[in-house]
């Protein structure tokens, strides 16, 4: 366990750091969001921006000139950990809130954050990923990742009690915690978030969930973009697994179970059916369970939502399954290079004599 901080002010200054790379359809809404909080203390907005492709880079410049509480920082890679590394360097407050380009936080957020972290001596608070689109193809991947057949039990997705957790989305953070853990890991190009509050539990920090954070997302507003997106969440997370042994949990193997089972069944179905033979067609119980499946989430999740919404779920969901699954399945063993340990390590180290 590591040393207690002093207890924060009840208007602590508070800084937000926000990666942004082509955002140019959503940036402006969500700077308004941080900006128009209903908090009595300071707040500033540290904009890390990436070689963006469209106008994202003419939309923050513009934001800057329009308010000086918006300062702009160089992410020449564009990744995200490091446009984080960078904001948080370049900003001095006490509460650091993360938020992303294309999220929009709730108008008491930062005063609900600030009041927990006094409240509960965490060293970072988060709630809710309340997940909105504005296309039936949005509002259908918005309803897929709050259903527990679309992406599992995690509260920051299907809400809870309020308490510890492993991890939270975003997070609002007390600055000195950051500080010790040594920020973001810049080779987690994704995941970052969860390997960094392992991190912090690690050295006795406490993260916190409250469902009354809730912070709007706007999900991809594609099939492609959503294949990349879980793609990437799949092959990050077995990263996270291979740099912290004992991470791993069966809501993890169930989207890589799922795509053996699908594939390897069809395969069998598909071989039965050239060579006419009837032994390998109970290969295919599997892609029908894994169906049924589908049909049960979209029967869940499609509660409520218009027809031409609803419809979408079925290509939806086993999006988001299949190519989280593939992603951890070939996610190569090099992905993340050898590099010094972190100061979380150098103490774990001293505290274990290994």
């Given amino acids: 366990m590591t040393?207690?901080?002093?207890?924060?002010?009840?208007?602590?200054?508070?800084?937000?750091?926000m990666p942004v790379l082509n955002e140019e359809r959503?940036?402006?809404?969500?700077?308004?969001a941080?900006?128009?909080?209903?908090y009595d203390g300071p707040i500033e907005v540290a904009l890390a921006l990436g070689p963006s492709h469209d106008r994202t880079e003419e939309v923050a410049h513009a934001l800057a000139r329009a308010d000086p509480r918006v300062l702009l920082v160089d992410n020449p890679s564009g990744h995200t950990p490091e446009g984080l590394?960078?904001?948080i360097a370049a900003t001095s407050?006490?509460?650091?809130?993360?938020?992303?380009?294309?999220?929009?936080?709730?108008?008491?957020?930062v005063a609900v954050a600030v009041d927990l972290l006094r409240r509960t001596g965490a060293a970072n608070v988060g709630g809710i990923m309340d997940a909105e689109g504005s296309t039936p193809w949005e509002r259908a991947v918005a309803a897929a990742m709050t259903s527990v057949l679309g992406v599992g039990s995690a509260p920051f997705h299907v809400g809870g009690a309020e308490g510890p957790a492993q991890t939270v989305y975003l997070g609002v953070f007390r600055r000195e915690w950051l500080e010790r853990v040594g920020g973001y890991d810049p080779d987690f190009v994704r995941a970052q978030d969860w390997e960094m509050n392992h991190r912090i539990r690690a050295l006795g920090g406490l993260v916190w969930f409250s469902p009354r954070l809730r912070v709007?997302?706007?999900?991809r507003s594609t099939v492609r973009a959503l294949a990349r997106q879980y793609r990437d969440y799949g092959r990050w997370r077995r990263v996270v697994a291979?740099?912290?042994?004992?991470?791993?949990?069966?809501?993890?193997l169930a989207p890589p179970v799922a795509l053996v089972g699908v594939a390897?069944?069809?395969?069998?179905?598909?071989?039965?059916?050239?060579?006419?033979?009837?032994?390998?067609a109970w290969g295919l119980v599997l892609p029908a369970g894994y169906a049924a499946v589908v049909a049960a989430g979209t029967v869940l999740a499609g509660r409520g939502l218009p027809l031409r919404t609803a419809l979408r779920l079925p290509v939806v969901l086993p999006t988001m399954h299949l190519s989280w699954g593939w992603g951890f399945l070939t996610s190569p063993a090099s992905i993340v290079p050898r590099r010094s340990p972190t100061p979380t390590e150098q103490e774990e180290t001293r505290a274990t004599g290994r």
């Fill in 3 to 17: 040393t207690a901080l002093p207890a924060l002010p009840e208007r602590a200054a508070v800084s937000v750091v």
């Fill in 26 to 32: 959503h940036l402006a809404e969500a700077v308004h």
């Fill in 34 to 38: 941080v900006l128009d909080q209903h």
């Fill in 85 to 87: 590394n960078a904001a």
């Fill in 93 to 109: 407050h006490p509460v650091v809130v993360r938020v992303d380009g294309h999220s929009v936080l709730d108008p008491d957020y």
């Fill in 216 to 219: 709007s997302y706007r999900p």
């Fill in 242 to 252: 291979r740099t912290h042994p004992g991470t791993i949990n069966p809501r993890y």
């Fill in 264 to 280: 390897g069944g069809s395969a069998l179905g598909l071989a039965a059916a050239v060579t006419r033979r009837t032994g390998p």
